[in-house]
């Protein structure tokens, strides 16, 4: 099993920056595949990126291509989610997953879950 914690979250003016972290406890992320998800108050759970454990492979929501960046750094089981160019309707709790094997963009598809950091974005 894998247990994600998410990091970085906080209170940004749109137009900046947050780097979210999300970390192993127990397993490496060795042989899993990694996503993020976000959910504003009253909106349904919302597919943000994710990436293969060998970072070869990237996917990410049209409403963030361009400004956010996946990656992963294996040696420190640690994957990451640059977001650059805040808006407000960025604004949402953001949760880290992990799943076995190949990349999914369904929630249901990922049985790990961390606790979700809060990202505010403020106009």
């Known amino acids: 099993q894998v247990q994600p914690v998410e990091s970085g979250g906080g209170l940004v003016q749109a137009g900046g920056s947050l780097r979210l972290s999300c970390s192993a406890s127990?397993?490496?992320?060795?042989?899993?595949?990694m996503g993020w998800f976000r959910q504003a108050p009253g909106k349904e759970r919302e597919f943000v990126a994710a990436?293969?454990?060998?970072?070869?492979?990237?996917d990410y929501a049209d409403s963030v291509k361009g400004r956010f960046t996946i990656s992963i750094d294996i040696a420190k089981n640690t994957v990451y989610l640059q977001m650059n160019s805040l808006k407000p309707e960025d604004t949402a709790v953001y949760s880290c997953?992990?799943?076995?094997?190949?990349?999914?963009?369904?929630?249901?598809?990922?049985?790990?879950w961390g606790r979700g950091t809060q990202v505010t974005v403020s106009s």
């Open positions: 997953a992990a799943r076995r094997g190949g990349l999914e963009v369904g929630y249901a598809d990922y049985p790990y």
């Open positions: 127990g397993r490496t992320f060795s042989g899993y595949s």
């Open positions: 990436i293969h454990w060998s970072g070869g492979y990237t």
